[in-house]
């Protein structure tokens, strides 16, 4: 892919319903360290969304919100309008600093994993019953509720 940063961006707000020419599903685009991978959605993913693969879609590159505490997640929607199912868009898998839901109490430093709320991250449940998928780091503390909040992503999706 060519173009400026500001093509980039433009194109990172978009949201389409097919690939435009020269896209395919799973494209990855690294800009100032920052990982996105183009994405298609199977359900209706909001704002600050975090997502996971959509294993009933084998192309691999399709995504819904999270829903337990047991997912995986692999990004988050950054996107200023909601997407629906069968829509494209860039997913962002790694990033310094990105807003992202978070729900209940969070420290600055928590370690961040799947919550049981619909795309919502939690501090990672270290029990024995719950798969530990660390994927962000809290930049802000969030008090008990949800609320979205700064959050260093570090999910390997899309390549290392």
Known sequence: ??????????AFTDVISSLAAGEALGDVRIENNNRYVRCKATATIAQYKNCIIDTADTGGFSVKPIAA???????????STSVTSGQYFWLTCRKGSVTAAVQ????AGDPLSASGTAGALQTAPFTAATKQHVVAIALEANASGSANKLVSY????GGQ
């Open 69 to 79: 505490a047991t997912d995986c997640p692999v990004g988050v929607y950054e996107g």
């Open 1 to 10: 892919m060519s173009g400026s940063l500001s093509t980039f961006i433009d």
């Open 104 to 107: 209940g109490t969070v420290a």
């Open 154 to 157: 570090i999910s390997g999706f």
